[in-house]
């Protein structure tokens, strides 16, 4: 049974950063990629970054290319977001989800997702 745990959220002034953790069970980074997505109230869920499966390979949204990165640590078997240069418009809850080895911007593709952290940008 996969389990997706995100951490890491909290409330930060603008410019600020986070580090997101998404601790996945049941399934081998090897094998799955895993994606971060964002939903802001009264908003659409948002694809934002994913890390491949088969060779770590990264993409990332226009709106937070450059400011945030996505890694993984495949022993701890832990997706990160590190989110820089944090804006109030990041404001929203952060979703971690799953997917058999390829990536894809469009929520529908994964099938496992975890319940979300809060990120607040603000002063």
């Known amino acids: 049974q996969v389990q997706l745990v995100e951490s890491g959220g909290g409330l930060v002034q603008p410019g600020g950063s986070l580090r997101l953790s998404c601790a996945a069970s049941?399934?081998?980074?090897?094998?799955?990629?895993i994606a971060w997505f964002r939903q802001a109230p009264g908003k659409e869920r948002e694809g934002l970054s994913c890390?491949?499966?088969?060779?770590?390979?990264?993409k990332y949204t226009d709106s937070v290319e450059g400011r945030f990165t996505i890694s993984r640590d495949n022993v701890k078997n832990t997706v990160y977001l590190q989110m820089n240069s944090l804006r109030p418009e990041d404001t929203a809850v952060y979703y971690c989800?799953?997917?058999?080895?390829?990536?894809?911007?469009?929520?529908?593709?994964?099938?496992?997702w975890g319940q979300g952290t809060q990120v607040t940008v603000s002063s």
């Open positions: 049941g399934l081998t980074l090897d094998r799955y990629a």
């Open positions: 890390i491949s499966s088969h060779d770590g390979s990264t």
């Open positions: 989800a799953a997917a058999r080895v390829f990536c894809s911007a469009t929520s529908s593709w994964y099938d496992d």
